[in-house]
């Protein structure tokens, strides 16, 4: 079993639609959690990141972690043909980069 | 503000061969973290260098390397390529070294034939 699992998609969603994008993970001494957006060609872009448990709020981005199931989820409202790109979750249990797994990533496409 | 550049953006190597790869940080950031991405393995953390010096490495074999300048610059290089290596190489760039402050460049993508 991988660290961290994710949803494997691809997803395609019609434009306005809610778009939930998941990972579970094993290692539960993950404090750190994070959500990354890549377009095709680019890298990484840093979403949004949570620290422990709770949710966060940022603009049509909603965060959320339940370390008790040991699962997050990201929801993105009234999603745009502009959010069609791969989000990967990572997390770590510190703030260094060698502590960081990422998930594979999800491919999301939001048609217009 | 400029970003994180790499450079080149696509390269083509024999197996065999060595490449080098470049990344130049976003102004005024002491941290350069170095990523291979490939469709089986996702995202691997190779190596971070902090104020020219290799702070942290991965799990990957020596014919990885890198190294940093004064000016925070960094390259990466790979000895005796294999197919194996073929993937889209990423670096990112942080003030401090703290993975929730990092951005990213485009990425070189290597393919090794």
């Known amino acids: 079993q991988k660290e961290v699992e994710q949803d494997p998609g691809p997803l395609s969603v019609p434009e306005g639609a809610i778009v939930s994008l998941n990972c579970t993970y094993s290692n539960s001494a993950f404090q750190y959690f994070m959500w990354y957006r890549q377009y095709s060609r680019k890298g990484p872009e840093l979403l949004m990141y949570t620290y422990s448990s709770g949710n966060k709020e940022d603009g049509r981005f909603t965060a959320q972690v339940d370390k008790s199931s040991k699962y997050i989820s990201l929801f993105i409202r009234d999603s745009q043909p502009s959010d069609s790109a791969t989000y990967l979750c990572?997390?770590?249990?510190?703030?260094?980069?060698?502590?960081?797994?990422f998930g594979p990533g999800t491919s999301l496409s939001v048609i217009p | 503000k400029a970003g994180v550049t790499q450079t080149p953006r696509y390269l083509i190597k024999t197996r065999g061969q060595q490449v080098t790869l470049s990344c130049s940080p976003i102004s005024g950031h002491r941290s350069v973290s170095w990523y291979q991405q490939t469709p089986g393995q996702g995202l691997q953390f190779l190596f971070e260098y902090f104020s020219e010096t290799q702070r942290n490495k991965g799990n990957f074999p020596g014919r990885f390397s890198g190294r940093q300048f004064s000016n925070s610059r960094s390259e990466m290089n790979v000895s005796t390529l294999e197919l194996g290596d073929s993937a889209l190489y990423l670096c990112?760039?942080?003030?401090?070294?703290?993975?929730?402050?990092?951005?990213f460049g485009q990425g070189t993508r290597l393919t090794v034939v």
């Open positions: 990112a760039s942080s003030l401090s070294g703290v993975n929730t402050e990092a951005f």
């Open positions: 990572a997390m770590s249990e510190q703030t260094s980069y060698d502590k960081v797994i």
